[in-house]
C-alpha cells in the first residue's frame, strides 16, 4: 500500500510509547490500596450511588400516583458502624388506599403495570445462595424477578456464601436488582460438620451413595448446603432485618407477570409458608427422617398444630411418610416463622440425629414436614399465579384465562400440578380447594 513507509514508523512509535506508559502505569499503580468501596456494596454498604442503578420507569398511568422511587440514596455512614438496613421504604399509599388486587376480576386490577407500584411495602427481601460462579445463572435469574415484578417494588437482595463473594459477582448482581443488595458470609459453624459427627460413618455413606449413583450422594457441600437451608440461612444477621423472605435460585424461570405483591398478601393474609411444585422426595436421601419427626412430635407435643397437614405428608395418619414435599428452591415465607421456638427445637432435633450427615436430608422436606405439622393450614398458600421453572419442573397456571390476563409465555403441557408425581392435587384435596377448571386434561 501507498500509504505505507512513514505512517507506518509513526505508528510504531507510538505503539511502543503507550507499551511502556502502560507499563509503567501497571507496575506503580497501588491496585490493592485502591478502595473498591465506591463502586461494589459491602455486606455494610447501603446502595451504590443512585446514579449507578437504572431508575425504575416514573409512572403516567391514572391509579399510581407520581412519587419519587423508593428510598435509594446512599446514607452516609461511618465505614465501620453496622449499617442500618431495615428496609425504611418510603410508603407510597397505604393498604387501605390500594386494596391488593388479586385477580382480573377484582376492580383494582393492574393490567398496565407500569411505573413504581403504589401501595404499600412489606419488611421484605429476596435471597440467594449461591457461589461465585453462580453468578450468571443468578444473573439470569434475578432478570426474570425482576421484568415480572421487582422493577415495580425494589425490593432488596441479600445474597449469601460460605466464601467471599468477589467484585463481579457483586458488580453485575447489583447492576440487576433495582432494591438494595447486601452481601454475606456464611460462619464457619453453619457450614461444617457438627462435632457430634461420626466423621467416618459419614464417609461411608458417601461412598456407599456415590457407588449407588444418588444424586449429590457423595457430596459434603451439598449436604452443608442442606444443613443451612434448613435451620441457618434465615438468621443470618442481614435476614434478621427483614421479617419476609423469598428464596430466589440459580437459572429460574418467571413465565407470567406478577400483577401483586406476594409479601403482602402473605401478611394481609397471615401465611407463613408457600409453594408452587410440590413432588415426592427420593426415599433413598431420606430413609430416617420420619422416624426422627416422630421422635420430635412425641417429645414436643405442644409444637403440633391444631389443623395441621398431616394428610399432605401420610397416607396413614402418621405412621409412615408419603415423601411428599414441597419444592424449597422456590419458597415465599415468614422469617419469623423459621426463627420460632417450634421450628428452632425441631431443627435441632433433627440435626442432633445426624441425618444431614449419615443420609442426604434436603432442606425441602425438611421446611415442607416443619410447615405441614407445626402450621394450621391456612397459614400454607399455594401461588397458582406464580408461573416457575427450575429443572426440571414447571409450574405454568392452569386454565387459558390466567395464562392470558398474566402475558404467560410458558406451554400448559408443561405444567407438572397434575401429573402422577406431583403431590399438588393431594395439598388441593386436604384443603378441600376446588382444582381449577381444565385440570383433568393435563394429568399426563
Ligand atoms: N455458596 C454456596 N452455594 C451453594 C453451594 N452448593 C449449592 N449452593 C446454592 O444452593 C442452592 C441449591 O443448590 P443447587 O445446586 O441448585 O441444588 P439443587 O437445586 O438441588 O440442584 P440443581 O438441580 O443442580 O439445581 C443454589 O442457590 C446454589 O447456588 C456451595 O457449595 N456454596
Ligand atoms: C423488619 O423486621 C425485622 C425483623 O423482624 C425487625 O427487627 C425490624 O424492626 C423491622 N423493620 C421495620 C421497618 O419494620
Ligand atoms: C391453629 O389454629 C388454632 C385454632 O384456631 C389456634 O388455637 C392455634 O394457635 C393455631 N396454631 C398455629 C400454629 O397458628
Ligand atoms: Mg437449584
Known amino acids: 500500500m501507498m500509504a505505507g513507509g512513514n505512517s507506518r514508523y509513526v505508528r510504531y512509535i507510538a505503539i511502543a510509547i503507550f507499551t511502556l506508559a502502560l507499563f509503567y502505569f501497571v507496575s506503580n499503580s497501588k491496585y490493592d490500596a485502591v478502595s473498591?468501596?465506591?463502586?461494589?456494596?459491602?455486606?455494610?454498604?447501603?446502595?451504590p450511588p443512585a446514579a449507578e442503578k437504572p431508575k425504575p420507569p416514573q409512572t403516567d398511568s391514572k391509579i399510581t400516583p407520581p412519587l419519587p422511587a423508593t428510598d435509594k440514596k446512599p446514607i452516609d455512614k461511618p465505614a465501620d458502624k453496622p449499617a442500618d438496613i431495615s428496609t425504611t421504604k418510603r410508603p407510597t399509599g397505604d393498604a387501605k388506599e390500594f386494596p391488593l388486587a388479586l385477580s382480573p376480576e377484582d376492580p383494582n386490577w393492574d393490567n398496565d403495570l407500569t411505573g413504581i407500584a403504589p401501595?404499600?411495602?412489606m419488611n421484605a427481601t429476596f435471597v440467594t445462595l449461591a457461589r461465585n460462579s453462580d453468578v450468571w445463572d443468578i444473573a439470569r435469574s434475578i432478570r426474570q424477578v425482576e421484568d415480572r415484578f421487582n422493577k415495580r417494588y425494589n425490593y432488596d437482595w441479600v445474597f449469601l456464601?460460605?466464601?467471599?463473594?468477589d467484585d463481579t459477582f457483586k458488580k453485575v448482581t447489583t447492576s440487576l436488582v433495582s432494591g438494595k443488595t447486601h452481601y454475606g458470609e456464611i460462619p464457619k459453624e453453619h457450614w461444617s460438620f457438627p462435632e457430634w459427627i461420626d466423621q467416618e460413618k459419614a464417609k461411608k455413606v458417601r461412598e456407599d451413595m456415590a457407588e449407588r449413583k444418588i444424586i449429590y450422594g457423595d457430596s459434603i457441600s451439598y449436604r452443608h448446603m442442606c444443613r443451612f437451608e434448613s435451620g441457618f440461612f434465615f438468621r443470618q444477621p442481614l435476614m434478621m432485618n427483614y421479617d419476609y423472605y423469598w428464596r430466589v435460585e440459580p437459572s429460574i424461570e418467571l413465565y407470567c407477570d406478577i400483577h401483586y405483591d406476594p409479601f403482602r398478601l402473605m401478611h394481609e393474609q397471615g401465611k407463613k409458608y408457600s409453594f408452587v411444585l410440590s413432588l415426592y422426595e427420593y426415599v433413598e436421601t431420606i430413609k430416617t427422617l420420619w422416624d426422627s419427626t416422630k421422635k420430635f412430635m412425641k417429645n414436643h407435643p405442644e409444637h403440633i398444630a391444631a389443623d395441621n397437614s398431616m394428610g399432605f405428608l401420610s397416607d396413614d395418619g402418621g405412621d409412615t411418610y408419603n415423601r411428599c414435599h414441597f419444592w424449597s428452591n422456590f419458597e415465599v415465607g415468614s422469617l419469623n416463622w423459621l426463627r420460632s421456638k417450634q421450628y428452632i427445637d425441631f431443627f435441632e432435633s433433627l440435626d442432633q440425629d445426624g441425618g444431614f450427615f449419615y443420609e442426604r436430608w434436603g432442606d425441602a422436606p425438611v421446611h415442607s414436614i416443619a410447615a405441614g405439622l407445626m402450621l394450621n393450614k391456612?397459614?400454607?398458600?399455594?401461588?397458582?399465579?406464580?408461573?416457575?421453572?427450575?429443572v426440571p419442573f414447571t409450574h405454568c397456571p392452569t386454565g387459558e384465562k390466567t395464562r392470558l390476563a398474566l402475558r404467560c409465555h410458558c406451554n400448559p403441557k408443561d405444567n407438572f400440578d397434575w401429573k402422577g408425581y406431583s403431590c399438588t392435587s393431594r395439598y388441593f384435596?386436604?384443603?378441600?380447594?376446588?382444582?381449577?377448571e381444565g385440570f383433568e386434561n393435563q394429568q399426563d
Open 119 to 121: 401501595g404499600p411495602r
Open 429 to 436: 384435596d386436604i384443603n378441600g380447594m376446588k382444582k381449577p
Open 378 to 390: 391456612s397459614d400454607i398458600h399455594f401461588f397458582n399465579d406464580i408461573a416457575y421453572w427450575h
Open 161 to 165: 456464601n460460605d466464601k467471599p463473594f
Open 36 to 47: 473498591i468501596r465506591d463502586a461494589i456494596p459491602h455486606a455494610s454498604d447501603k446502595s
